[in-house]
């Protein structure tokens, strides 16, 4: 199982991937002013720099500025005769690293670069030019360490591996599970810049091969996404940043209408193929009786003949279609909407009369024999007018016209009636005593 990814810790208290050894190095960090005096007793600016910063180190004890103290160490080791100078800023170098390892430095690597040659210029220049290889570990550090880190972020592979089948409904949300492999493996900070309609948690996590991240997919429209992931990926030194882009695996989002018209056709498909019957009792057969009509359940069960004793119902809904949508997610949500109301008269054993509102009078009448077909033929008069309504649309009234005619259609239908489409066009068409099922369209949509 991969390991999940920590979160990233606020700055003040960023101790991101680091060992015990770099514990260590910073304690060994506070102490490096005694050895200072220890090897300098005769050089008195050293000495006397050595004291100060000794006496900084046990004030200022535990309160996170181990970084600062560093590079002020690093200055005094400036100071020194070349061979001792030279020696002690091997082990100031290992300092430096752990201490940008532990205090999450946010400083790019050529500020330090820039400040390191600057006070091997200024030695070299005032005080003796040999003294400038006291910055020769250091300065090396600062450029050589962060151009093969560079390299190596570039150059890893990172692949995304999802915890489930990627595959939703156009409106319904879909979780899962990120996991997130790096080859080589490589110890990061990881930050997520841009996701293209995903929500993932945490957003900025310190990676170290492998990790696992919680996904939230949100897509209103249907089709195969492949979102693009811009991601930041900065060393634990906080010297390097570079930015990647990951292609997350595809996404497999079902159209609304789709999915309804699925979802109704399994359920319908479970009514009687000869009518709306509802089974009320069983009785002995008797002559007469239709061999469809048999209970063959109850029959095996008394091992005598039993017929069903059915209820019939003949209720009629009729559904007004207004089969205008201002973009194509509102198109779905009305051919969604369409489908399930038509879905669940059947299933109360009602006829459905559907009227679509585009000047024609006659109806389509729907049974569970010819639902698919309905279906086909209902979704195809939908119409994407792919607009945006603003003020001063129907200026010269000609909306108010179309209305007029259209509600002249409607007003010849009986009730019981519902009136279906985008309340843009459908508000307006709504009569009393019958009820409207307006869908209200987005203006963003992905």
Known sequence: MPAPCRNFIKPGN???????FDDVLLLLGRLMPIVFIAFNLGNT???IASLVLLAINLVTWGRGIDLELTLLGIAIVGLMQPLIGLALSIPMTLILDSALRITGNTRPWWVYATALSASALASAALINPMKALNYAAPLAYVTLTPLATWLTLKAARISLTPSRRLETIAGAPLDYGLTLTTRP???????????????????????NGQCTVKVRALYQLGGVRRPRLRVRLIDPRGLVTVERVIMHPPITVIPRLRAAAEYATAMVRRLSPWGFEYVEEAREYAPGDPVRRVHWKKTLKLRRLVVKVLRQEADELNIALVPYASNEETLDRVGEALILTIATALLSSRVVKVYVVDGSTKPLTITPRNL???ITRLTGTLRNLNIKPVGGLDTWGLLDRIRRDRLTLING?????????????TRSLCRTGSACLLINPRTNTQ
């Open 185 to 207: 493996r490589i110890k990061a900070t990881l930050e997520f810049v841009s996701n293209e309609g995903l929500t993932i948690n945490p957003p900025k996590l310190a990676i």
């Open 45 to 47: 600016p050293v000495l």
């Open 413 to 425: 239908i009986r009730d019981p009636l519902i009136v279906i489409g985008e309340s843009t066009w």
């Open 372 to 374: 698919n077909n309905a």
């Open 14 to 20: 960023m101790r991101l991937i680091v060992g015990e």
